[in-house]
């Protein structure tokens, strides 16, 4: 019964393509987030969704695109893999200012190969 | 200069030894303040979070210091299961935004 599912937990692909992450939770939180967690495990904000709008984004490449289809799910997907994209990436929810802080996801460790 | 800084340790530690953690914040207008934990290749869980007059949570004690723009983290009687990485948190004023440290790693040594 996960809070904050992501799928898939891991993602090996070329360079050059195109892929998605999935994000679902069912804590009925009304903010989802995307972090990006390096090589050196820093975490570091990509974008937010509240009631299915953008209300940050983070300087990002524009290769990166959320897509929030409801409150539930926030996806993330990815044109144009490089190498440098290979991270962990983390989906997170909050319930409105971040008081409580967020609950994550276990995570997509993805690699460009 | 980072948001949320704190040192990478490695801090290794007896079992049953107190350790404290610190970091500092650049934004004197956060409110918000947590610290997080995160064990190798899993996500960050919350662990506690951080009040201006101290909390305490079992063996963890959280503190804040405003005026110094730092936040503390003490584990006291430390067991094997306590090996992690602890990450300092702070909000960013005016958005549903965290920012999180680079985490200080800990190893409780039997």
């Known amino acids: 019964d996960t809070a904050v599912s992501q799928t898939p937990k891991y993602l090996v692909t070329q360079m050059g393509n195109d892929k998605s992450i999935k994000c679902e939770q069912n804590l009925g939180h009304d903010t989802m987030y995307w972090y990006k967690q390096d090589s050196k495990k820093f975490l570091k904000i990509m974008f937010s969704y509240n009631n299915k709008e953008l209300i940050i984004n983070e300087t990002v490449p524009n290769r990166f695109s959320p897509k929030s289809p409801d409150k539930a799910h926030l996806n993330l997907h990815i044109n144009s893999l490089e190498l440098g994209d290979s991270a962990v990436y983390f989906c997170?929810?909050?319930?409105?200012?971040?008081?409580?802080?967020?609950?994550f996801g276990s995570g997509t460790r993805l690699t460009v190969v | 200069r980072k948001e949320v800084e704190q040192d990478p340790g490695p801090f290794n530690v007896p079992e049953g030894a107190t350790v404290a953690f610190n970091c500092t914040y650049s934004n004197s207008a956060s409110q918000s303040f947590f610290w997080y934990r995160q064990d190798c290749r899993k996500e960050p869980k919350l662990l506690m979070s951080v009040y201006s007059s101290g909390n305490e949570d079992g063996r963890f004690t959280a503190q804040l210091n405003r005026a110094s723009q730092y936040i503390s983290l003490l584990i006291r009687d430390s067991k094997l299961s306590d090996s992690a990485t602890y990450l300092c948190v702070s909000d960013q004023t005016g958005a549903n935004n965290l920012f999180f440290g680079t985490g200080t790693r800990l190893t409780v040594i039997p």
């Open positions: 997170a929810s909050s319930q409105g200012a971040v008081d409580y802080g967020y609950t």
